[in-house]
């Protein structure tokens, strides 16, 4: 079986590695950082092996994401296929699912609501004139980028029918609380009818907070969509109520259609303009500042450049075109080869490699940069000339430019390597000793210290340990959770200083002796992370969370370890089996044969800058409107 390193190492040069941000049945989804540009991807990662029966339907979604090009669908920017995997390099969106957006709120105020809705309409607009249909739509399946816009994902139940969209199909797919009445009784369909039906739903969740249809038993919950029966709360505006009875049809050919909907009333309520389903963004002209970069970066002719990105197949090139043009639609600075991404440093290219861009490949090395805004200077491209007619002429021109400039190195051939390309652990450097300061002693003393055996290489642990604050006393504590696999620095009291030092073993001694033998002085405190009197046992506190996402605030000031065992004990109450780490409850709900339908963490935690704690939610598995009605009973049974 291939490692991980060989199995990513066809990312190496191009793309950092971070944590995992999705998962599904055969696929993950990694963040990622562009290593030219610093901008952080979404990398989703499926292998071949696991696809079966399922590559047609895969290929069917990189196809769909090839050809669409919208401002609220996800941007596929590059495609790399090896023999077990495909990587699809996706625009990142940090703001999360809008499914997550409206639990936090319970619910959205209709002019939101309205926002959002418009923004999810010129999206399937633009599909269904492109000659698809989704069949998946759901709050799950819209992100929000950094500017709080939607976006569009997760095309791997889209169909596109041979014969337009008024051909029929047959597949029954999707979410069966967003399925159409004619799709679940397994008739055939049209496929933006359907699509119609969901957006019904997914108007109906913004407005609301809950599904218009919804129940624990399957044939319960399709008896209501096919009879059409919802109920509309009290606070749904009029102009509310008649649009979503109009998407709600169980009839679909009553409902209403995709271009009576870009002028409807309601969504035309506040704007002077229907919505714009089309693209605003001319693709056809490409951005010269844009080109030049690339071409001084890669050392080829613009012509050539330009060739590479209307090719369209979506290489590291054309990814990196469209990074750059992105930061220079927000103002941000479009350079390569500098110090703006952050965990890494690029080696340049050989520009005398210049005949095929298919056979460049980048290459990195583990160096750490935090600045965020240097770069090259401006006489790079001041220096620059017009590009000349033909593309031998290009390329003397840009080779005079780089020996002129002298702004760039001659660079080191690529050489294939199996090292693994994933993001290593941020772990402090120490800071170079002051020359005005005394020379340090040889012996490092040790006060406070109460050695334990770890589950791991003490040595690797300890070399972790932040040495900045050199010739002052490290007040820190660190330990390791091996369970959680994450590493602690605590800041405990600061110890008697007339305390003599605690004498050491010989092999502690050997630990202490290898992290820094120029400290003057270093207490480090090898402790188990016990509290007494802890309910928990395990840790001194509830951990601080800095933001209010997915966080349910205490009705009063109650301890830590009360809250958690009203937590417990409502988990009980629900019949559902829990297990505890720390300050953390993790539960899991099993259906009638014992097949888990549903796991989701419970955490108490400490809210900011007040003495109130907190229940943080979090889901694992499952679906999600059952995640959210079980994490609110429970609270309701916990007295949140």
């Not at 080779?399 to 050489?415: D, H």
Request: with cysteine.
């Amino acid at each position: 079986m291939p490692s991980k390193s060989s199995s990513y190492a066809v990312l190496e040069g191009q793309y950092t590695l971070h944590e995992t941000i999705g998962t599904g049945g055969f696929a993950k989804v990694k963040l990622g950082t562009h290593v030219l540009t610093g901008d952080k991807v979404a990398i989703k990662i499926m292998d071949k092996r696991l696809l079966g029966d399922d590559l047609p339907r895969v290929k069917l979604e990189i196809e769909a994401l090839k050809e669409l090009g919208h401002q609220h669908i996800c941007k596929l920017y590059q495609e790399i296929e090896t023999e077990n995997k495909i990587f699809l390099i996706l625009e990142y969106c940090p703001g999360g699912e809008l499914f997550d957006y409206i639990v936090e709120r319970d619910r959205l105020e209709e002019k939101e609501a309205r926002m959002f809705f418009r923004q999810i309409v010129s999206a399937v607009a633009y599909i269904h004139n492109k000659g698809y249909a989704h069949r998946d739509l759901k709050p799950e399946n819209l992100l929000l980028d950094e500017e709080q816009n939607l976006k569009l994902i997760d095309f791997g139940l889209c169909a596109r029918p041979k014969g337009g969209m008024e051909t029929h199909l047959e597949t029954c797919c999707g979410s069966p609380a967003y399925a159409a009445p004619e799709l679940i009784s397994g008739q055939e369909y049209l496929g933006n009818e359907a699509d119609i039906w969901s957006l019904g739903i997914l108007l109906f969740a913004l407005l609301c907070g809950y599904l218009p249809f919804d129940d624990d038993n399957v044939s319960t919950l399709y008896k209501k969509i096919q009879n059409g029966e919802y109920e509309c709360p009290f606070w749904l505006s009029e102009k509310s109520k008649q649009l979503l009875h109009r998407l709600l049809q169980v009839n679909p050919k009553c409902r209403i259609t995709v271009t009576e909907l870009l002028t409807d009333p309601w969504l035309m309520e506040g704007f002077t303009e229907p919505v714009l389903w089309k693209n605003p963004f001319k693709t056809s002209k490409l951005d010269e500042e844009c080109l030049i970069e690339l071409s001084v970066y890669y050392g080829r002719s613009r012509t050539a450049i330009v060739e590479e990105i209307k090719k369209k197949n979506f290489t590291y090139i054309s990814a990196t075109y469209n990074l750059l043009l992105q930061r220079r639609a927000k103002g941000q600075r479009i350079r390569l080869e500098s110090d703006i991404t952050p965990l890494r440093e690029i080696k340049p290219i050989n520009r005398n490699l210049c005949s095929e861009f298919g056979t460049q490949k980048l290459s990195m090395s583990t160096s750490f940069h935090s600045s965020m805004d240097s770069g090259l200077n401006d006489a790079d491209l001041l220096l620059f000339g017009s590009p000349k007619k033909d593309d031998e002429s290009d390329s003397l021109a840009i080779k005079q430019t780089l020996t002129s400039t002298k702004t760039r190195q001659e660079p080191q051939q690529y050489k294939d390597s199996d090292k693994e390309n994933f993001v290593r652990p941020r772990v402090p450097t120490p800071r170079k000793l002051n020359k005005n300061r005394s020379p340090p002693t040889k012996t490092i003393k040790c006060e406070d210290v109460t050695p334990v055996t770890p589950s791991r290489s003490v040595d690797d642990n300890l070399n972790e340990v932040d040495t900045r604050a050199v010739g002052k006393e490290d007040k820190r504590t660190f330990s390791y959770d091996d369970d959680m696999h994450v590493a602690h620095l605590r800041f405990p009291p600061t110890p008697d200083r007339r305390a003599p030092p605690t004498p050491l073993s010989s092999s502690a001694r050997k630990v202490f002796g290898s992290i820094e033998k120029g400290l003057d002085r270093m207490r480090t405190m090898l402790t188990p992370r016990k509290r007494l009197g802890s309910t928990s046992g395990t840790v001194d506190g509830p951990r601080p969370v800095k933001a209010m996402y997915n966080v349910s605030t205490a009705r009063a000031v109650v301890t830590p370890d009360h809250l958690l065992e009203s937590l417990r004990n409502a988990l009980l109450r629900k019949g559902i089996v829990c297990k505890q780490k720390d300050y953390k409850l993790r539960g899991k709900v099993r259906d009638k044969l014992g097949k888990v339908k549903l796991t989701f963490e419970l955490e108490v935690c400490q809210l900011p800058r007040t003495e109130l704690l907190g229940v943080r939610r979090k889901r694992l598995k499952g679906d999600s409107w059952h995640y959210k009605r079980v994490c609110e009973e429970v609270l309701k049974l916990a007295s949140l």
